[in-house]
Protein backbone atom coordinates (compact mmCIF):
# COMPACT_ATOMS: atom_id res chain seq x y z
CA UNK A 1 0.00 0.00 0.00
CA UNK A 2 0.69 4.11 -0.20
CA UNK A 3 3.53 5.00 2.43
CA UNK A 4 5.21 8.38 3.61
CA UNK A 5 9.05 8.17 5.33
CA UNK A 6 9.70 11.55 6.98
CA UNK A 7 12.89 12.43 9.07
CA UNK A 8 10.94 12.17 12.56
CA UNK A 9 13.30 14.59 14.68
CA UNK A 10 13.38 16.90 16.48
CA UNK A 11 15.61 19.17 13.93
CA UNK A 12 16.85 21.67 16.05
CA UNK A 13 18.02 24.59 14.02
CA UNK A 14 19.49 27.97 14.88
CA UNK A 15 17.43 31.02 13.36
CA UNK A 16 17.97 32.71 9.84
CA UNK A 17 19.76 28.31 8.65
CA UNK A 18 18.81 26.41 6.17
CA UNK A 19 15.72 24.07 6.49
CA UNK A 20 15.43 20.60 4.68
CA UNK A 21 13.30 18.18 5.70
CA UNK A 22 12.79 14.75 3.79
CA UNK A 23 10.21 13.41 2.77
CA UNK A 24 9.87 10.28 0.52
CA UNK A 25 6.58 8.17 -0.57
CA UNK A 26 5.33 4.73 -1.64
CA UNK A 27 2.79 5.08 -4.19
CA UNK A 28 1.24 3.46 -6.97
CA UNK A 29 -0.33 5.58 -9.82
CA UNK A 30 0.27 9.56 -9.69
CA UNK A 31 -0.51 10.58 -6.67
CA UNK A 32 -0.64 14.94 -5.76
CA UNK A 33 1.68 15.89 -2.87
CA UNK A 34 0.92 17.63 0.17
CA UNK A 35 3.16 19.43 3.25
CA UNK A 36 0.95 20.02 6.34
CA UNK A 37 2.16 22.20 9.44
CA UNK A 38 0.26 21.65 13.28
CA UNK A 39 1.80 24.51 15.66
CA UNK A 40 1.15 23.01 19.41
CA UNK A 41 -2.50 22.60 20.38
CA UNK A 42 -3.79 22.98 17.32
CA UNK A 43 -5.11 20.85 13.95
CA UNK A 44 -3.51 21.24 10.62
CA UNK A 45 -2.90 23.83 8.19
CA UNK A 46 -2.04 23.19 4.48
CA UNK A 47 1.51 24.71 3.83
CA UNK A 48 1.82 23.89 0.38
CA UNK A 49 1.48 20.85 -2.30
CA UNK A 50 2.31 20.07 -5.74
CA UNK A 51 -0.12 17.61 -8.28
CA UNK A 52 2.52 16.03 -10.88
CA UNK A 53 5.70 15.06 -11.43
CA UNK A 54 8.40 18.36 -11.67
CA UNK A 55 5.60 20.76 -9.64
CA UNK A 56 6.61 23.25 -6.91
CA UNK A 57 4.93 24.20 -4.46
CA UNK A 58 5.68 27.25 -2.22
CA UNK A 59 3.88 29.12 0.50
CA UNK A 60 5.04 31.74 3.73
CA UNK A 61 9.11 31.04 2.17
CA UNK A 62 8.95 27.11 2.06
CA UNK A 63 9.15 24.87 -1.37
CA UNK A 64 8.83 21.59 -2.18
CA UNK A 65 9.77 19.80 -5.52
CA UNK A 66 7.71 16.84 -6.88
CA UNK A 67 10.27 14.31 -7.63
CA UNK A 68 9.06 11.82 -9.40
CA UNK A 69 12.28 9.85 -10.46
CA UNK A 70 13.68 9.53 -6.64
CA UNK A 71 10.09 9.64 -5.46
CA UNK A 72 10.47 12.82 -3.07
CA UNK A 73 9.14 15.72 -1.91
CA UNK A 74 11.33 17.93 0.41
CA UNK A 75 10.68 21.00 2.48
CA UNK A 76 13.20 23.55 1.92
CA UNK A 77 13.15 27.00 2.98
CA UNK A 78 16.17 29.68 3.22
CA UNK A 79 15.92 31.06 6.35
CA UNK A 80 13.57 29.94 9.32
CA UNK A 81 12.46 32.04 12.07
CA UNK A 82 11.52 30.86 15.80
CA UNK A 83 8.16 31.02 14.46
CA UNK A 84 8.37 28.60 12.52
CA UNK A 85 8.37 26.07 15.34
CA UNK A 86 6.19 23.23 14.63
CA UNK A 87 5.83 19.65 13.79
CA UNK A 88 5.36 19.44 9.98
CA UNK A 89 3.60 16.09 7.92
CA UNK A 90 4.13 15.19 4.74
CA UNK A 91 1.17 13.13 2.78
CA UNK A 92 0.02 11.89 -0.40
CA UNK A 93 -3.21 11.22 -2.03
CA UNK A 94 -4.23 8.44 -2.72
CA UNK A 95 -6.84 5.30 -2.20
CA UNK A 96 -8.22 4.49 1.27
CA UNK A 97 -8.04 0.98 3.18
CA UNK A 98 -11.67 -0.28 3.32
CA UNK A 99 -13.65 1.43 0.68
CA UNK A 100 -10.76 2.18 -1.74
CA UNK A 101 -12.18 6.11 -1.19
CA UNK A 102 -9.78 8.68 -1.63
CA UNK A 103 -7.69 10.11 1.01
CA UNK A 104 -4.51 10.96 2.29
CA UNK A 105 -1.44 9.33 3.95
CA UNK A 106 0.57 10.76 6.02
CA UNK A 107 3.94 10.60 7.28
CA UNK A 108 4.95 10.51 11.21
CA UNK A 109 5.61 14.53 11.46
CA UNK A 110 8.88 15.88 12.01
CA UNK A 111 9.07 18.30 14.79
CA UNK A 112 11.30 21.40 14.13
CA UNK A 113 12.81 23.37 17.12
CA UNK A 114 14.18 26.92 15.72
CA UNK A 115 16.38 28.62 18.46
CA UNK A 116 16.99 32.35 18.40
CA UNK B 1 -15.86 32.65 7.24
CA UNK B 2 -15.99 29.38 6.12
CA UNK B 3 -14.10 26.43 7.82
CA UNK B 4 -14.75 23.25 10.44
CA UNK B 5 -15.54 23.74 14.00
CA UNK B 6 -14.94 21.15 16.65
CA UNK B 7 -16.40 21.27 20.27
CA UNK B 8 -15.46 21.36 22.77
CA UNK B 9 -11.61 21.78 22.53
CA UNK B 10 -10.90 20.33 25.96
CA UNK B 11 -13.32 17.44 27.09
CA UNK B 12 -12.86 15.25 30.36
CA UNK B 13 -15.02 11.66 30.84
CA UNK B 14 -14.12 8.98 33.29
CA UNK B 15 -13.99 5.74 32.24
CA UNK B 16 -16.61 3.01 30.98
CA UNK B 17 -18.85 6.23 29.94
CA UNK B 18 -19.22 7.25 26.20
CA UNK B 19 -18.73 10.76 24.85
CA UNK B 20 -19.45 12.20 21.92
CA UNK B 21 -17.14 14.61 19.68
CA UNK B 22 -18.93 17.37 17.20
CA UNK B 23 -17.54 18.41 13.79
CA UNK B 24 -19.26 20.57 11.73
CA UNK B 25 -18.18 22.09 8.03
CA UNK B 26 -19.50 25.22 6.13
CA UNK B 27 -17.79 24.18 3.06
CA UNK B 28 -19.79 22.62 1.33
CA UNK B 29 -17.47 19.40 1.27
CA UNK B 30 -18.94 16.02 0.30
CA UNK B 31 -15.95 14.19 2.08
CA UNK B 32 -15.29 14.16 6.22
CA UNK B 33 -12.69 12.57 7.94
CA UNK B 34 -12.06 11.72 11.96
CA UNK B 35 -8.30 11.11 12.83
CA UNK B 36 -6.75 10.42 16.46
CA UNK B 37 -2.90 11.81 17.26
CA UNK B 38 -1.06 10.32 19.99
CA UNK B 39 1.96 12.53 21.67
CA UNK B 40 4.60 12.08 19.12
CA UNK B 41 2.74 10.44 16.81
CA UNK B 42 1.43 11.13 13.11
CA UNK B 43 -2.33 10.56 12.59
CA UNK B 44 -4.33 7.67 12.01
CA UNK B 45 -7.77 7.45 10.74
CA UNK B 46 -10.58 6.16 12.59
CA UNK B 47 -14.16 6.67 10.15
CA UNK B 48 -14.60 8.55 7.02
CA UNK B 49 -17.83 9.37 5.27
CA UNK B 50 -17.54 10.33 1.40
CA UNK B 51 -21.76 10.98 1.40
CA UNK B 52 -24.07 11.36 3.19
CA UNK B 53 -25.60 8.23 5.18
CA UNK B 54 -22.42 6.23 4.19
CA UNK B 55 -19.03 5.86 6.00
CA UNK B 56 -16.10 3.55 6.30
CA UNK B 57 -14.17 2.17 8.65
CA UNK B 58 -10.35 3.66 8.71
CA UNK B 59 -7.54 2.00 10.36
CA UNK B 60 -8.39 1.88 13.81
CA UNK B 61 -12.00 1.98 14.15
CA UNK B 62 -12.35 -0.23 16.97
CA UNK B 63 -14.52 1.49 19.54
CA UNK B 64 -15.57 4.08 17.73
CA UNK B 65 -18.69 4.85 15.84
CA UNK B 66 -19.73 7.84 13.60
CA UNK B 67 -22.99 9.01 11.63
CA UNK B 68 -23.19 11.30 9.17
CA UNK B 69 -26.82 11.95 8.61
CA UNK B 70 -26.16 15.44 6.85
CA UNK B 71 -23.83 16.99 4.81
CA UNK B 72 -22.34 19.28 7.36
CA UNK B 73 -22.15 17.19 10.30
CA UNK B 74 -19.89 14.00 10.94
CA UNK B 75 -19.97 13.48 15.33
CA UNK B 76 -17.24 10.94 16.46
CA UNK B 77 -18.65 8.80 19.60
CA UNK B 78 -16.04 6.95 22.03
CA UNK B 79 -17.54 3.99 23.65
CA UNK B 80 -16.53 2.43 26.37
CA UNK B 81 -15.03 0.23 24.33
CA UNK B 82 -12.43 1.92 23.59
CA UNK B 83 -9.75 0.50 25.43
CA UNK B 84 -6.92 3.92 25.42
CA UNK B 85 -9.82 6.56 24.51
CA UNK B 86 -7.05 9.92 25.71
CA UNK B 87 -5.77 11.27 22.47
CA UNK B 88 -6.16 14.25 20.78
CA UNK B 89 -8.82 14.11 18.09
CA UNK B 90 -8.97 15.64 14.43
CA UNK B 91 -12.02 16.13 12.46
CA UNK B 92 -11.10 16.79 8.24
CA UNK B 93 -13.21 17.55 5.28
CA UNK B 94 -12.65 17.43 1.78
CA UNK B 95 -14.34 18.09 -2.07
CA UNK B 96 -14.06 14.86 -2.72
CA UNK B 97 -11.12 14.16 -5.29
CA UNK B 98 -9.42 17.25 -5.15
CA UNK B 99 -7.35 15.36 -2.43
CA UNK B 100 -6.81 18.70 0.06
CA UNK B 101 -7.91 18.12 3.41
CA UNK B 102 -8.46 20.93 5.74
CA UNK B 103 -8.73 20.53 9.34
CA UNK B 104 -10.53 21.46 12.15
CA UNK B 105 -8.49 22.82 15.71
CA UNK B 106 -9.27 19.63 17.59
CA UNK B 107 -10.89 18.03 20.50
CA UNK B 108 -8.14 16.78 23.28
CA UNK B 109 -10.40 13.92 25.16
CA UNK B 110 -8.85 12.72 28.64
CA UNK B 111 -10.50 10.04 30.10
CA UNK B 112 -10.11 9.87 34.12
Not at chain 1, 47 to 57: E, H, I, M, Y
Not at chain 1, 76 to 84: A, C, F, L, N, P
Not at chain 2, 39 to 68: C, H, M, T
Not at chain 2, 85 to 96: D, E, H, I, K, N
Request: glycine share 12%; aromatic share 12%; net charge neutral.
Amino acid sequence: GDSVTQMEGPVTLSEEAFLTINCTYTATGYPSLFWYVQYPGEGLQLLLKATKADDKGSNKGFEATYRKETTSFHLEKGSVQVSDSAVYFCALSGKLTGGGADGLTFGKGTHLIIQP
Amino acid sequence: DGGITQSPKYLFRKEGQNVTLSCEQNLNHDAMYWYRQDPGQGLRLIYYSQIVNDFQKGDIAEGYSVSREKKESFPLTVTSAQKNPTAFYLCASSAGRTGTQYFGPGTRLTVL
